[in-house]
């Protein structure tokens, strides 16, 4: 299983860099290719493949195993006698390959009364004494010298290039898992922060005697199973989030006996929006907290909500009570409007404004979102 992956990572990292050694090849055997075009092939084929081996020795030897573990004396060590090394012996095969040329050349050029040659004719290019190979020694590991010098730098740019694309998606997953992590903890405390508050309403219709408490056990089974079931999604149609808010704000109807001053007004020119769940219901239930409606003379909630396909408003003016009411342990430990802001930054960064008014007698919020970014 580590080979395969060793290999596939092989693939994966040179798919840009194999183009970059055929054009090597090819430029090689172009360059020599007046002389004779299978010795240019032959010659361009060994330069390039000792280039590659190479290469691949660097990357995947010493740069991981000597220069990323600080070993900078023994990489520069070991990194010299591989490259003095691969000079001399690729200088050696291709004088090799050249000599044996010559003498195969020279071979097939043995005397006969039709070769004498005229003086006007010019000679070929190899047509010399086998000791005129001695004097290409030094243009031969010139060039090896300059072409493995070459290829052993360009590799560790590649490397590094490579490395630090694998960096950037192994921190953007670390992102995602991250963001993953603090949502499902943000939801954690959202849930029993509406049960808590759900379940001292029931209790209070329950010891006040409110022919509706039971509905309201059934009203809150629907909403948990909501909660449950739904909320769970990364996405959900608004539709649904819609009804659950319904249900909550009928759910609040039954805690006093007196006609609420709220209205729900919504506008919606798509069927299919999704959005994040659990979203508005925050600031519903936080206007029911302080706006006194049902409590106070005056007391009223305003609740807006418009969206399209390509962005949603929701929108919550509500009045401010007289007598603030005393927190729960859950607000006090500032699960509310914090949560939905840190929500809001994590699910639609960037695509979202959200506004908190507060006046002496009003409390507004206004939340915007861009749904053409996040909208999948």
Partial sequence: MQKSTFFQRIVKDWGFESLVWIAVLVLLTISNISTDISLSVELAALLTGGMLFLSILNRYLLLPYMLHKRRMWLYLLFSSCLIIGFIYLFSYFEETIVTSYVENLQKEGDWSPLDIQLPSESKPFFDMPLSSASRTSIPTKFKVTVLFFGSFFISTLFHY??????????????????????????????????????????????????????????????????????????????????????????????????????????????????????????????????????????????INLTADKDSLSFDVVNSKRKKKPQKTPSERSGVGLANVSKRLELLYPDSYTFHVKEEDNLFSISLKIDLRKNNY
């Fill in 161 to 302: 290039r490579n490395k630090e694309k694998k960096d950037e998606r192994t921190k953007a997953l670390l992102l995602q898992e991250k963001t993953e992590m603090e949502l499902k903890f943000l939801k954690s405390q959202m849930n029993p922060h509406f049960l808590f508050n759900a379940l001292n309403n029931i209790y209070s219709m329950i010891y006040m005697g409110d022919k509706n408490a039971a509905n309201s056990v059934l009203m809150l089974s629907e909403m948990l199973r909501y909660v449950t079931d739904e909320s769970g999604e990364e996405k959900i149609n608004l539709i649904d989030e819609i009804h659950y808010l319904e249900n909550y704000i009928d759910f609040q109807r039954f805690r006093y006996e007196r006609d609420l001053n709220l209205t729900f007004e919504k506008n919606i020119t798509s069927e299919n929006i999704l959005i994040s769940p659990m979203l508005f219901q925050p600031f519903v239930e936080n206007s029911f907290k302080y706006s006194g409606v049902g409590v106070e003379n005056g007391a009223f909630i305003k």
